[in-house]
Nanobody, 127 residues
Framework: VQLVESGGGLVLAGGSLTLSCVAS????????MGWFRQAPGKAREFVAA????????HYSDPDEGRFTISRDYSKNTVYLLMSNLRPEDTAAYYC?????????????????????WGQGTQVTVSS
């Protein structure tokens, strides 16, 4: 399994970015896909997750509404649309796959539950 992220970069506060994660290596129909981030000196934290079939979505903070996760089944790609970015969103963003996920179950926010990881893409938000 390979996960390749792209779309990171430098953006001004208030701006937007869309991260992409292309998955390859097997059929992902029963997987859950997650986005995590890690800032220097901090633990890796959950951002959002989606079941590959798209029936379930989980956000770290659903009330905030700045991040939107989606997937394109035909392109084996998961997206993270980030809007109204803040300097505290600066981090390396990682895509991850949970091969043990069962559809309709709660999507895990725990990094240890994910089996495969991408190399990460850096997002830097300047004030």
């Amino acid at each position: 399994v390979q996960l390749v992220e792209s779309g990171g970069g430098l953006v001004l506060a208030g701006g937007s970015l869309t991260l992409s994660c292309v998955a390859s290596g097997r059929t992902f129909e029963s997987y859950a896909m997650g986005w995590f981030r890690q800032a220097p000196g901090k633990a890796r934290e959950f951002v959002a997750a989606i079941s590959w079939r798209g029936g379930s979505i989980h956000y770290s903070d659903p009330d905030e509404g700045r991040f939107t996760i989606s997937r394109d089944y035909s392109k084996n790609t998961v997206y993270l649309l980030m809007s109204n970015l803040r300097p505290e969103d600066t981090a390396a963003y990682y895509c991850a796959a949970d091969e043990d996920y069962i559809e309709t179950y709660v999507l895990s926010p725990t990094p240890l539950d994910y089996d495969y990881w991408g190399q990460g893409t850096q997002v830097t938000v300047s004030s």
